[in-house]
């Protein structure tokens, strides 16, 4: 099954380090479908933004997992989930990524 352009992002992310990125280093970060593609992820991005993308770097973020005090079982707190930084030309930017600054 394809997967539509709107699929391909789930949403920025929000950190304090992605804001020095999108800031110094014009990078935006972004969680995205597990099955996309560096490929399928910057056609989404050029589309949705109208920008041009240079880079996009991928990696698979682990889930986070505690343990519990007295019975010392794992559980996961929250789960694994892929993400991109998604590299612009120097004269471009995202608007959504704006009022952070």
Known sequence: MAIS???VLKRPLWTEKSSHQFSKLH???FE???SATKAMI???VEALFDVE???VNTMIMPAKRGRR???RRLL???SAYKKALVTLAPDDTIDVFEGVR
């Open 32 to 34: 995205v479908d597990k």
């Open 42 to 44: 910057k056609d989404a």
């Open 76 to 78: 996961v707190r929250r």
């Open 69 to 71: 005090a007295l019975s």
């Open 53 to 55: 993308v240079v880079r």
């Open 27 to 29: 990078q935006y970060a």
């Open 5 to 7: 352009v709107y699929d």
